[in-house]
């Protein structure tokens, strides 16, 4: 246990917490009125501690699921559960609550997380102005906490004047200055250079090893997340594969489908006509062969 985890309300600062889907739909409007279906379906566990990647091209659905995970978006179909409590259809009033204590949204881009005038540690300490009084008594100081994400070395500057890296670093603090147990972070990456990146990347382990927070982090960067132990692919709403521990496996709906790896994808394109055998290793996936013989 975290030398800096306390009690608040039952439950230990930091301690992870889970996040399940279950059968998740979402669908907006646009502009023009044309409905969208951006998430199509979606089943995924999040188990306490774990830390996760959600991997995909822009418009894949990763953003989207991210804010329904955060209760910031609600889903058309299916339940949102975290920590075991279902926020599918909170009233904003429980989710303000789960939000104080639970869970943490570190926005794209650190300046829209921090105030740029205050330094890192009045930053830290102004996150905290809405918890209740016991709630901050529970808390280590800003400073503390600082130290022990490793940042206590940034000078007493406003953050504006911080390096780019410096900058999320300290954002990343002052989101999980309530104590949450889940990080949500939205493509906490996207702005820095490689060895920054590599530095938060880092803190992210960091919290996650000596904290025990549940890390889930929104990326469109394969480098990202190759470093992190498991990596969720959208793709066109659904989830695509999972990646662990440097091995990529296919998931399975629950209708049947699945999304097929981009290099198997190239040897039965749409349309094709495939045969599934069980065998007494597995399933024998093969082409069907059109009337003169020839695999498609």
């Known amino acids: 246990m975290s030398a800096l985890t306390t009690t608040a309300g039952g439950r230990e600062l930091w301690q992870g917490v889970s996040a ?16 969208v279906v951006a998430l199509r379906g979606v089943n995924l566990d999040i188990r306490a501690g774990e830390q996760v990647a ?33 926020i599918s259809r909170a009233d904003e009033v429980r989710l303000g609550r789960l939000r104080a ?6 926005l794209q881009g650190a300046g829209r997380n921090l105030v740029p005038y205050l330094d ?20 280590p100081t800003a400073e503390e906490l600082l130290r022990r994400l490793g940042l206590d070395d940034l000078p007493a500057h ?11 670093g300290v954002a990343l603090a002052a989101a999980m200055s309530a104590g949450a147990g889940l ?5 906490p990456t996207s702005q820095l250079g490689h060895e920054d990146r590599d530095r938060m990347l ?6 996650n090893r000596e904290f025990g927070t549940t890390v889930v982090i929104v990326t469109h960067d394969p480098e990202v997340s190759a470093r992190i132990q498991r ?12 990646g662990r521990l440097g091995a990529d496996y296919g998931v399975v709906d629950e209708d049947g489908a699945v999304h097929l790896p981009e290099e198997v994808a190239e040897r039965f394109p749409a349309g094709t006509l495939v045969r599934f055998e069980a065998t007494a290793d597995g399933v024998l996936v093969t082409p069907a062969r059109d009337a003169g013989g020839a695999t498609p």
């Not at 059968?23 to 907006?28: C, D, K, L, T």
């Not at 880092?202 to 919290?207: I, K, Q, S, T, Y």
Request: proline share 4%; charged share 25%.
């Open 120 to 139: 890192a540690v009045t930053n830290v300490e102004w996150a905290r102005q809405g918890l209740s009084a016991t709630r901050r008594r529970s808390l």
């Open 231 to 242: 990596s969720i692919t959208i793709r066109g709403g659904r989830i695509g594969r999972e």
């Open 54 to 86: 959600l991997l995909g091209p822009s418009g894949s659905g990763k953003s989207t699921l991210l804010n329904l995970l955060a209760g910031v978006l609600r889903p058309s179909a299916g339940r949102i559960l975290i920590d075991g409590q279902d």
């Open 20 to 35: 399940r889907c279950v059968s998740v739909v979402h669908i907006f409007t646009t502009a023009g009125g044309h409905d």
């Open 202 to 207: 880092d803190l992210f382990d960091r919290l």
């Open 183 to 187: 990080l949500l972070a939205d493509e």
């Open 158 to 168: 406003p953050v504006e004047r911080l390096s780019p890296g410096e900058r999320q």
């Open 101 to 106: 204590s639970t869970m943490a949204y570190l």
